[in-house]
């Protein structure tokens, strides 16, 4: 899906046009994967388009910077206060929000500590990451044997550039497998997550997720879903899961900022179908994030 342009992209400050938010090829970020990156979605509501889970996201993004030793050269309310601004200035309603921090140019090597770092955010319309009808009808998954980085390799809770090389490979297998989408093992062999989404099953009415140190990046999506779904009256409970415990769920499905809630209907040729507990969860986490539901009103800020 190629993205759609929008007008403005905010770079180092100051707002610019679309195609001139450029860098060197000689980025340090380029060459060497050093960035951190945010992924944030914007909904429409009644008063007006809303940011879902803002300061999550903001605070993550300062997480996943103080991993690599990057300052970045704004403040926190600065970076939020950007964000909201971009989303006014491009007369976007609902829309997929990219805030970059990454070492620009400078020097060549590794240490990159003289390079500077610079912040980029776009914003644009994205539809559901795993198809319109993935999202209704369920997505087919494969256990790949890429495995999921491991916390002593690269830090799984950070949400850095160069990581997603580790997700992108797990992805191309799923693809060449002729499946829409992968699951990958941690290091100790059980569950961890998809390339750019968290994981959830359940088996017997009660909700299961990979702890965090199965090497997840701690989503914010499954953050939500754990605390509805509590709300809801499920009980949740975050506990290794085994590839076999996937064949025989009642259901799968995977959250992410970008996927939503996406049901798995098939994994590895075992089929699990679409169940009621996701559909139940998808229809209140739209009401949450189209600002529909009072009790959760303080997870969207309105632009
Ligand atoms: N795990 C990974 C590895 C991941 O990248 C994401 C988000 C999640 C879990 C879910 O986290 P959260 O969005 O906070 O619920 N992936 C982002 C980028 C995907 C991409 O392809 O780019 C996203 O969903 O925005």
Known sequence: MPIEATEKIWFNGKFVDWDDAKVHVLTHALHYGSGVFEGIRCYNTDKGPAIFRLKEHVDRLFDSAKIYYM????????????????VRINGLKECYIRPIVFRGYGE??????????????????WGPYLGEEGQKKGIRAKIVSIQRITPNTLPPVAKACGQYINSILAKLEA??????????????????????????????????????YASILKGITRDSVIKLAEDMGYEVRERDITRAFLYLADEVFFT???????PIREIDGYEIGVGEITRKLQKKFYEVTHGKDEKYISWLDFV
């Open 108 to 125: 060549m090597g590794l240490n990159p500590l003289n390079n500077p770092v610079e912040v980029a955010i776009a914003a644009w319309e």
């Open 175 to 212: 693809l060449n497998c002729n499946y829409d989408e992968a699951i990958m093992l941690d290091y100790r062999g059980f569950v961890s997550e998809g390339p750019g989404e968290n994981i959830f099953v359940v088996k017997d009415d009660v909700i299961y997720t990979p702890p965090e």
């Open 71 to 86: 300052k970045i050269p704004y403040s926190k309310s600065e970076i939020a206060e950007a964000i909201k601004e971009l």
């Open 256 to 262: 992410g900022t970008a996927a939503e809630i996406t």
